[in-house]
C-alpha cells in the first residue's frame, strides 16, 4: 500500500556527539495536501526539522519516512525530488544570471529533459505570477519578486511537499503580502502539501494544522483555532497570538458576547453583526 505522507517518528537529533539533543523523540505526520505551520521561539529545532525532512540531516534516534520510504543517504535524491525548500534570505537562493537560467536550476540537478525543463519554466513562473520576467536579473527583483521565482525554482521539479523556512522573514509586508497569497495559489492549484516555519501569526492562521514547538519537542498541536485558544500554554514559552484574539478577549472581558474565537478581521466582523 502506498502512503502518501511526511511521518517523524520518535526522533531524536543532535549535531554533535558532545552537544545537548536538539530534538527529543519527535513524531507527527504531514499528510498530503495539508498546509502545517511551525512556530516556536528561537532555537526551538523548527529549521533543524526542516532539514531532516529533506535530507540535509540525518537523525541519530527514530526514522524519518517520506511516502513510506525512509529518509537515508541511498534515498537522499529522491527524497529531495519530492521535499522542496526555499529558504530565508532571497539573495543567498540565486545561481543563475537570469529568472529563466535560476528555475533552471534545479530541474538540471534532477537531469530533467531540455524539452520538458522549457515548459516548466513558463508554468511554474505562472504560478507565481512571474511570467514575463525570464530575462530579467534575478537582483534586480523586489524581496517578494525573488521568493516567488524561489518558489518557481522548487515548484518546476514538481515536490509534492514544499517547505518554506522563515522565507516571509526578510521581506517587507508588501513581499509577505505577496509570498502569502502566492503560497495559497500554488496549494490549491498544485495539490500540494505546504510546512511553513514562521514567525508571522497573519501566515499561521492560513494554515490548516499548528505544530508549536518548544526545547526540542512538540508543545501542542492542532488547528490555528485549537491553538490560538490554549493562550496560557502559549504565552508559557513566550509566543504571541494574533492581534485579532486579542481584541476579541478585549471585547468578551467588556461584556460583547462572542460565539467563537474569531482568527482574522473577516470572522470578527461576522461575529460583531
Ligand atoms: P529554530 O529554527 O527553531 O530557531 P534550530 O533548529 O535552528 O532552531 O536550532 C535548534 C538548536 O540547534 C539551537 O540550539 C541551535 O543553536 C542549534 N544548532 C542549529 N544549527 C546548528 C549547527 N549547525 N551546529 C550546532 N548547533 C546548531
Known amino acids: 500500500m502506498s502512503v502518501s505522507q511526511i511521518e517523524f517518528r520518535n526522533v531524536s537529533f543532535r549535531y554533535q556527539e558532545d552537544m545537548p539533543w536538539v530534538l527529543k523523540n ?3 505526520t504531514i499528510p498530503e495536501n495539508e498546509w502545517v505551520a511551525v512556530i516556536g521561539h528561537n532555537g526551538s529545532g523548527k529549521s533543524t526539522i526542516a532539514k531532516l525532512m529533506n535530507g540535509l540531516l ?3 534516534e527514530g526514522e524519518i519516512m517520506v511516502d513510506g520510504q525512509k529518509v537515508e543517504a541511498e534515498t537522499v535524491w529522491g527524497v529531495r525530488k519530492k521535499v522542496g525548500m526555499v529558504f530565508q534570505n532571497p539573495d543567498n537562493q540565486f545561481v543563475g544570471t ?3 537560467d535560476d528555475v533552471a536550476f534545479g530541474m538540471e540537478n534532477h537531469g530533467m529533459p531540455r524539452p520538458l525543463m522549457i515548459e ?4 511554474s513562473l505562472s504560478a507565481v505570477g512571474m511570467s514575463g520576467y525570464e530575462r530579467q536579473e534575478p537582483h534586480r527583483l523586489s524581496g517578494g519578486q ?3 521565482v524561489a518558489v518557481a525554482s522548487v515548484l518546476a521539479v514538481s515536490p509534492k511537499y514544499m517547505i518554506l523556512d522563515e522565507a516571509t522573514a526578510m521581506l517587507d509586508p508588501q513581499g509577505r503580502k505577496e509570498i502569502l497569497t502566492t503560497m495559497l495559489d500554488v496549494q490549491e492549484q498544485r495539490n500540494l502539501s505546504l ?3 514562521t514567525h508571522d501569526l497573519h501566515e499561521v492562521v492560513q494554515a490548516e494544522r499548528v505544530l508549536v514547538m518548544n526545547e526540542g519537542e512538540v508543545w501542542l498541536e492542532g488547528t490555528p483555532r485549537e491553538i ?3 493562550k496560557e500554554q502559549l504565552t508559557e514559552i513566550g509566543l504571541d497570538t494574533p492581534f485579532v484574539t486579542k481584541l476579541a478577549d478585549e471585547l468578551k472581558s467588556a461584556g460583547v458576547d462572542l460565539s467563537r474565537e ?3 478581521h473577516q470572522e470578527l466582523l461576522e461575529e460583531l453583526w
Do not use: D, G, M, Y
Open 26 to 28: 519527535v513524531s507527527f
Open 58 to 60: 540525518f537523525p541519530q
Open 98 to 100: 537570469t529568472v529563466r
Open 120 to 123: 516548466r519554466i513558463q508554468e
Open 146 to 148: 525573488k521568493q516567488r
Open 195 to 197: 510546512i511553513t516555519i
Open 228 to 230: 490560538f485558544a490554549k
Open 262 to 264: 474569531p482568527l482574522n
